[in-house]
T-cell receptor, first 111, second 114 residues
Framework: GAGVSQSPRYKVAKRGQDVALRCDPI?????LFWYQQALGQGPEFLTY????????KSGLPSDRFFAERPEGSVSTLKIQRTQQEDSAVYLC?????????FGPGTRLLVL | QKEVEQNSGPLSVPEGAIASLNCTYS??????FFWYRQYSGKSPELIMS????GDKEDGRFTAQLNKASQYVSLLIRDSQPSDSATYLC??????????????FGKGTKLSVIP
């Protein structure tokens, strides 16, 4: 069956631009997570949704980061006024229990 | 602060040998433990999950968990060049907000030499 999909796969942004990253979870998965993976590091938790409710946003690094999942399926991670330190791979994962399945990620480069 | 520690490697083993990957974690209430494989430029792929003390085998992979020592390991038997990747150890504990967020180690880079 279809896995988690993300778009765009690559994004180059000029410093100060806003970006929006999309995640399509596995159909029927209630839980959705966003992670940030810097080069040479493991993924780090950003935020968690259960259906449309954002239950945990403790990992968002600043108020420039915003995530939503208005209908409980597709989610969007928005980064406002991007900075160079935002350059990373942004991974989305969905789950129907304890196992999380990852999408291919969006590689963001801020120049 | 929950921490997961792994030796970053690189760990080099000859083809056909056993590769041993180790991980320690700091949070005693951690409940579930996962090994993900990540090829360069790709997303993490689940290899093994383990929830109780002891060994769990799946094909050439064996996960071992010792909660008293806060230690989890992954053994790969008959290592193949296609096993060359970064292996991420991840620990899952329900947060105060009710989410099973994963805490990852930095990963161990494995290189299997033909």
């Amino acid at each position: 069956g279809a896995g988690v999909s993300q778009s765009p796969r690559y994004k180059v942004a000029k410093r100060g631009q806003d970006v929006a990253l999309r995640c399509d979870p596995i159909s029927g998965h209630v839980s959705l997570f966003w992670y940030q993976q810097a080069l040479g590091q493991g993924p780090e938790f950003l935020t968690y949704f259960q259906n449309e409710a954002q239950l945990d946003k403790s990992g968002l690094p600043s108020d420039r980061f915003f995530a939503e999942r208005p209908e409980g399926s597709v989610s969007t991670l928005k980064i406002q006024r991007t900075q160079q330190e935002d350059s990373a791979v942004y991974l989305c994962a969905s789950s129907d229990g304890e196992t999380q399945y990852f999408g291919p990620g969006t590689r963001l480069l801020v120049l | 602060q929950k921490e997961v520690e792994q030796n970053s490697g690189p760990l080099s083993v000859p083809e056909g040998a056993i590769a041993s990957l180790n991980c320690t974690y700091s949070d005693r209430v951690s409940q579930s433990f996962f090994w993900y494989r990540q090829y360069s430029g790709k997303s993490p792929e689940l290899i093994m999950s383990i929830y109780s003390n002891g060994d769990k085998e799946d094909g050439r992979f064996t996960a071992q968990l010792n909660k008293a020592s806060q230690y989890v390991s992954l053994l790969i038997r008959d290592s193949q060049p296609s096993d060359s990747a970064t292996y991420l150890c991840a620990v899952n504990a329900i947060s105060g907000a009710g989410s099973y967020q994963l805490t990852f180690g930095k990963g161990t880079k494995l290189s299997v030499i033909p």
